[in-house]
C-alpha cells in the first residue's frame, strides 16, 4: 500500500516536471500558424483560448489532471483528437511488443543461465559469456540496423510481423539477464548450506530445484523492473528503425510538431509502465522471500 | 599496467587511435564531408588494387574509379581546405587525381565522402559525450555531495529529485527533455545543448553513489578530529570527503561517456540531434531509416560498425571483475 502511493507520487511528480519542461519550450503549435496570412489574429486568440494555450502554468496542469480524470489526457493540436484516442492503440502495440520480447527474453536467458552456471567453465558457459560479451558490447541501435538489413537482404522481412522487433529486443535484453541470472546462481552455489545439502546426499534435480534456485530467485525478481525499463527504451528505438506502429513513432512525431499533450501522453504511460512493472516485481519478491514478508 | 589483458590494452589502443583520427579528420578524410556530389550519388566502397589495368603489379595501390578503370592513389594530395587543432591546411593523407574521386567507405546519396563524414561525425559525437558526463558527473558530484554531507532537508528533496529522473525509462526522459529545446540549432549549439540535455538527466545516478560514499567518509573517525579542531565544512568535504569519490568517479566516467556516446548518436539517429549539413555518427545512420537505402546500399550501414567499435573501445570495465573473478 505505502509503495503505490509512493509510485503516484513519482507519477504526480514527473507529470510537474514535464509540465515545467514544456512550459520553458519556445514556441508552441500556434507558432507556425502565426505565419499563416490566412488566420486573423482573432482567429488565432481564439483558438489559443480553445487549445488552453493561454492560461497559465498551474492553471494548465489543473485542466490536464481533469482530462485525465475523464479519461482524454489533454487534446491534441496536429489531430484535434482526445490524445487518449490516438495514444490506446499505440499503447496496445508496445505493450504486445514489449510483454513478449519481456517473457521471451525470461524464458530463455533463466534456462541459459541456470545451465551455464551449473556447467561452470565448461564449453557451453565459455561460449555463452563471449555471446554475452560481444552483445554486450553491441548497442542496441547498431543491432537493431543489422538485423533490420539482414531482414531486408534475406527476404523476411514484413513489417507488420513482430518477429523482427523481438528478436532485436530479445537479443538487446538478453545478456544483461544472463549474466545477472548465471552470477545470482553461482552466489547461491558456493554457500555453505549447500554443501552441506551436497554431503547429505542430496543432488541432481532435488538439489537444483529445491535449495538453489529458490534462493537465487531474489535478486532476479528485483532485475523484473529493471530490465523492463530497458526494455521500454529500446522498444522506442526499434519501434522508429523497423516501423512497428507503437508509442514510440508517434512520441517523435508529437516532439516534432510540438504537439504538448501528445508529448505528455507517452512520456506518463512509460512512466506508468515502468512503475506497474516494479511494483509487480516488489509483489513477486514480497511472495516469494519469506523474510521480507516478516520485515514489512 | 602489467596484469591488464590482452583485450584491454587492445581495446585502450583502440580508443586511442579512435581518438586520434577523428582529431584528425581533415588530414585522413580525403574531402570536405559536406561537399555534395550529385552525379556520383550512392557509389559502393572502392576496392583497393596492387594490379592495373593491363594486370602489371606496382607498389603504389590503386583504385577502380566511377568509370571502371583503376587509378593510383595518390598521398599527401592538396584539396579542400580544412582547420584541425586550430590550423589550417589543405593537405590530405590521400586523393586520386581531380576528376575523379576516391570513396573508400562508399558514397551516400548526395555523393558525400562516407569516410571522411564518418571521421569528421566522430568529433561531435566524441565530444558530445566527454562534455555530457563531464557535466553529468560535476552535477552527480555537486548535488550528491550537498546531500550526503548536510543531509537533512537538502538530502531529501536532492533525492526525491533523483528518483524523479531515475522513474523513466532514459531514452523517453531524454527525448523529452529534448523537446523543451528548439528543434533546429546550428551543429555546434546543437552538441552542446544535446550534451547538456543530458547532463542534465543524467545526474541521478551518479549523484546517488556520491551520496553513498560521502556519507560512509564523514563518519570516518578522523573527519570526526578535524570537526573537533574546527576545520570549515569546506574543508571537510574538499580534503576529507571528495577524494574518497574519485574512484567512483573514474568508473562512473568510463561507463557514461560510451553512453552518452550512444545517446547522442541515438537522438540524431531519429533526426532530434545534430542537424543535416553537420555530421554526427547519428546522422550519418539516419538514412537507413528508408528501407530502399538499406535494400540497396549496404556501405551505409558501415557507420555502424564505427559505433559498434566505439563502444567495444569503451568497454573498458565490462569483462574487468568478470576475468578478476569478482563476478563469477
Redesign the interface.
Known amino acids: 500500500m505505502r509503495r503505490l502511493l509512493q509510485a503516484l507520487f513519482?507519477l504526480a511528480?514527473?507529470s510537474i516536471?514535464?509540465f515545467i519542461?514544456?512550459e520553458?519550450?519556445?514556441?508552441d503549435f500556434l507558432g507556425e500558424a502565426k505565419l499563416n496570412p490566412q488566420l486573423s489574429p482573432a482567429t488565432l486568440a481564439a483558438l489559443r483560448h480553445q487549445y488552453a494555450l493561454d492560461q497559465s502554468l498551474p492553471e494548465k496542469y489543473i485542466h490536464w489532471l481533469g482530462s485525465v480524470a475523464d479519461g482524454s489526457f489533454g487534446i491534441s493540436f496536429a489531430y484535434n483528437l482526445p490524445v487518449s484516442t490516438l495514444l490506446w492503440p499505440r499503447a496496445r502495440a508496445t505493450v504486445r511488443l514489449t510483454l513478449t520480447s519481456l517473457v521471451l527474453s525470461w524464458l530463455i536467458a533463466l534456462p541459459l543461465g541456470v545451465w551455464s552456471a551449473a556447467g561452470?567453465n565448461s564449453w557451453l558457459d565459455r561460449g555463452l559469456?563471449f555471446a554475452t560479451?560481444a552483445l554486450?558490447?553491441?548497442?542496441d541501435?547498431?543491432l537493431a540496423?543489422?538485423l533490420?538489413?539482414v531482414a531486408?537482404?534475406t527476404g523476411w522481412?514484413r513489417s507488420s510481423s513482430l518477429t523482427l522487433p523481438v528478436t532485436v529486443l530479445v537479443l538487446a535484453a538478453l545478456p544483461t539477464l544472463l549474466?545477472h541470472v548465471r552470477?545470482a546462481v553461482?552466489?547461491v552455489a558456493?554457500q555453505p548450506y549447500v554443501r552441506a545439502a551436497r554431503s547429505h546426499g542430496i543432488s541432481g534435480a532435488r538439489l537444483w530445484f529445491r535449495w538453489i534456485l529458490p534462493a537465487a530467485a531474489n535478486p532476479l525478481v528485483s532485475l523484473f523492473g529493471l530490465s523492463l525499463?530497458?526494455l521500454?527504451?529500446?522498444s522506442?528505438?526499434v519501434e522508429?528503425?523497423v516501423g512497428w506502429p507503437g508509442l514510440g513513432p508517434l512520441?517523435?512525431e508529437a516532439?516534432?510538431a510540438?504537439d504538448f499533450y501528445l508529448?505528455i501522453g507517452?512520456?506518463m504511460l512509460?512512466?506508468v509502465?515502468?512503475?506497474i512493472g516494479v511494483l509487480i516485481g516488489d509483489l513477486l519478491l514480497y511472495l516469494l522471500d519469506p523474510r521480507i514478508r516478516i520485515e514489512t | 599496467m602489467k596484469h591488464w589483458s590482452v583485450s584491454r590494452r587492445l581495446r585502450i589502443s583502440g580508443l586511442i587511435c579512435l581518438h586520434v583520427a577523428v582529431l584528425a579528420a581533415g588530414f585522413l578524410g580525403p574531402y570536405d564531408p559536406t561537399e555534395q556530389n550529385r552525379a556520383l550519388s550512392l557509389q559502393p566502397p572502392m576496392k583497393i588494387h596492387f594490379a592495373d589495368d593491363r594486370g602489371r603489379l606496382h607498389a603504389r595501390p590503386l583504385v577502380t574509379a566511377a568509370d571502371g578503370r583503376r587509378y593510383p592513389l595518390r598521398f599527401f594530395v592538396a584539396g579542400a581546405r580544412y582547420r584541425c587543432l586550430g590550423l589550417t591546411s589543405r593537405t590530405h593523407l590521400f586523393g586520386i587525381d581531380p576528376p575523379f574521386r576516391v570513396f573508400l567507405l562508399g558514397s551516400d546519396e548526395f555523393g558525400r565522402d562516407q569516410l571522411s563524414r564518418a571521421l569528421w561525425g566522430g568529433q561531435i559525437s566524441l565530444a558530445t559525450g566527454w562534455l555530457a558526463a563531464l557535466l553529468a558527473l560535476g552535477l552527480g558530484l555537486g548535488l550528491g555531495t550537498i546531500a550526503g554531507f548536510f543531509g537533512g532537508w537538502r538530502d531529501m528533496i536532492v533525492m526525491r529529485g533523483a528518483d524523479l529522473f531515475l522513474a523513466l525509462p532514459w531514452l523517453y526522459l531524454l527525448l523529452a527533455v529534448r523537446a523543451f529545446l528548439p528543434l533546429s540549432l546550428s551543429p555546434w549549439t546543437a552538441a552542446l545543448a544535446i550534451a547538456v540535455v543530458i547532463g542534465i538527466i543524467a545526474w541521478a545516478r551518479p549523484a546517488r553513489l556520491v551520496r553513498g560514499v560521502v556519507l560512509s567518509a564523514k563518519e570516518r573517525d578522523y573527519v570526526y578530529a578535524a570537526r573537533g579542531f574546527g576545520a570549515s565544512s569546506w574543508r571537510l568535504i574538499s580534503r576529507h570527503c571528495l577524494p574518497e569519490t574519485y574512484g567512483l568517479m573514474a568508473t562512473q566516467a568510463a561507463l557514461l561517456v560510451p553512453q552518452f556516446i550512444l545517446a547522442e548518436v541515438t537522438l540524431s539517429f531519429v533526426g532530434l540531434g545534430v542537424g543535416d549539413p553537420a555530421v554526427s555518427w547519428g546522422n550519418l545512420l539516419s538514412p537507413i531509416r528508408q528501407l530502399s537505402i538499406i535494400a540497396s546500399a549496404w556501405w551505409m550501414l558501415l557507420p555502424a560498425l564505427v559505433v559498434v567499435f566505439a563502444a567495444w573501445c569503451f568497454s573498458l570495465l565490462d569483462n574487468q571483475g568478470e576475468r578478476n573473478g569478482v563476478v563469477r
Open positions: 513519482l511528480g514527473i516536471l514535464s519542461l514544456l520553458l519550450a519556445p514556441g561452470r559469456s560479451s554486450l558490447a553491441l548497442p541501435l547498431a540496423c543489422l533490420l538489413f531486408v537482404r522481412y549474466r552470477s553461482l552466489d558456493g525499463a530497458g521500454i527504451s529500446s522506442l528505438l522508429t528503425i512520441f517523435l516532439i516534432a510540438r508529448v507517452p512520456v512509460s512512466a509502465f515502468l512503475v
